[in-house]
């Protein structure tokens, strides 16, 4: 990470009048935000769409035979997380795997969020349980506040179904804790105030033994203030031993130092800082590298092993064995593990298989998985006690479906299929290449009705990503075909640069003082959506969140003549700034340090907040927060949509008080906020009245 922000690197309650925004919480800001929900909510509910699409989209998100999202728990049951209209926060279950093969599987409630809420008179999100294996009985269940990402930490029963008295409890923070054993955890958290990296991350690692007041937790670690995060890791056997612990010093986002945890203390292993621990089987340690590495032969790319029992003997003489490098049309999504084999999800210029690993005594072998063609796949959960795994399967038109795969027979059989959302026979996808500015092919997919007529005049939306090496891939969205592909609406979902498609190049190309790449690629697939006469600037709409957030302002402010609608959720905005904004200071390793100057001249061609200005040809922009949202803070919508108000332009602003980042608390919040952003893409896209 770079230096710490100087006084003078960003916008302060000297320079900035807006400063007062970066309060979560105060009464300022609460009331700027009240003032512009009254405002702009009634512009969006009033249209006569409005309550119809409110109406699908809760159908849609509270739908009963939605596929659940299943996890294989160790002791054979299948375990998920469960909303609807009924359990609006929702309930967490489980059920045998006979039980759920079945139409109507019978579910025993673990805990229910709902009433867990109302006892307790608190706005619970579950956001998910950390089961000790083999078994999966005890759970650390993490509970936020609103949707933060913050968390309080409770132990729980799943037998006896309940919290377990007197059991392991972390009070409410950002914490990074693992199972050691039934009486061990390890845990970095903020142990005293102020003990958090500039990022607002944990970075001192101690073992809390069951019984122990947080005050004699012992140290096992320490990393940096600077450094983004200190997290554990815990490699198991098949049968619940541990194999190791380790540290993992996160230097910055991407940038990270593996260290192993003794008792005699800690040992540096010698891997390049950008690799990945992605799984422990038959004895390997399997790693992405995200960097060549040189000295030992290996490429950016490359999926390798290491005997883990060598690399415990010999941390700083580390002997790699290749199992898969990619081409340069390809890049490993996804690694997991099973009892005997490796997972790993591959795409092909953004097609996924599913191919699995066995490493024997003449090294590693793979067979492929049989599961659909040109789709998404996706590693749901696996099996410590056999090779079987469930595996999601999605695409833009074809219902998603749920497999049970085994990935030492390549067999899957489907286990449910999500019930068609929308009339997609109307529909044809295709996938399409732009030319970047720097000649670079960037590919992306359109979902337009058949025989659409190349007139410009089909009202298009257009959504990426294209940071954090976060690929995206065709997924089915029950919304998004109610709500716009039925309407003769166009979906397009670009694979700029920044982001994973085709592996670690194409998130490197987009760095820091190269970040630029990402929004001419993003450029570049708007213009040639217009030159083949897809849509037309009047009729095109974009749409991105957090990351892509940012991409929105980049987009408003550089070209706002290529749109007419732009959705632009929980962004970053503030580039000058962002370091002493919320969790920003962790991403300098994605965007840079505004304190180094280098890094600061290319911040200043692209930060949108300090790029507003007066009198420019902006369409009516819609913003996205949560006050609740502790990772990209709300300052960074509030002081776009002020400087917005201050030159006189026309916008709308909604700032859930729940939701989280994800701004989805609960059900009935998630479909508004759907309802809210077809609404205005129909007004600004297809204009007035009802589409048919």
Known sequence: MGAAPSPNSAPNAANDPYAYMEEAEGAKALDFARAENARSLPQLQNDPRYAGFYADALKIVTAKDRIPNVAIAGDGTLRDFWQDADH????????????????????????????????????????????????????????????????????????????????????????????????????????????????????????????????????????????????????????????????????????????LIGPSGTAKIELPTKATVQAYVGGQLVVTLEQDWPQKGFKEGDLIAFSLAAVKAHPGDLKGTLILRPSLSQAVDEVSSTKGRLNVVLYDNVKAKLVTYRHGPKGWTSSAVALPKDSTISVASTSESSDQMIVTVTSFLTPSSQWLADGATGKAAMLKTSPARFDASKDTVQQLWATSKDGTKIPYWVVAPKGLKLDGTAPTLLTAYGGFQLSQTPTYSGTTGKLWLEKGGVLVVANIRGGGEFGPRWHNAGLKLTRMRVYEDFFAVSQDLIARKITSPKKLGIRGGSNGGLLMGVALTQHPELYNAIVIQVPLFDMIGYTHIGAGASWVGEYGDPAVPAERAVLDTYSPYQLLAPGKPYPKVFFETSTKDDRVHPAHARKAAARMKEYGYDYLYYENVDGGHAASANLNEQAMRVALEYTYLAQRLMGPGLMN
């Not at 001192?204 to 122990?212: P, S, Y």
């Open 88 to 259: 609006v926060r929702g309930v967490w279950r489980s059920t045998t795997l006979a039980s759920y093969r079945g139409k109507a599987p019978v579910w025993k409630t673990i805990l229910d969020l709902d009433a867990l809420s109302k006892a307790e008179g608190k706005n619970w999100v579950f956001k998910g349980a950390q089961c000790l294996r083999p078994d999966s009985r005890l759970c650390l269940v993490s509970l936020s506040n609103g949707g933060k990402d913050a968390v309080e930490v409770r132990e729980f029963d799943v037998s006896a179904g309940q919290f377990v008295a007197g059991g392991f409890h972390l009070p409410e923070a950002k914490a990074n804790f693992s199972w050691i054993d039934k009486d061990t955890l390890a845990v970095a958290t903020e142990w005293a105030p102020g003990d958090l990296t500039q990022s607002s991350y944990p970075y001192i690692l101690k073992t809390l033994k069951r019984g122990q007041p947080l005050s004699a937790a012992q140290e096992v670690y320490r990393g940096e203030k600077t450094d983004v995060s200190v997290n554990p890791l815990v490699l198991r056997e098949p049968d619940g031993k541990v194999a190791a612990v380790m540290a993992q010093r996160g230097l910055d986002f991407f940038n990270t130092e593996h260290r």
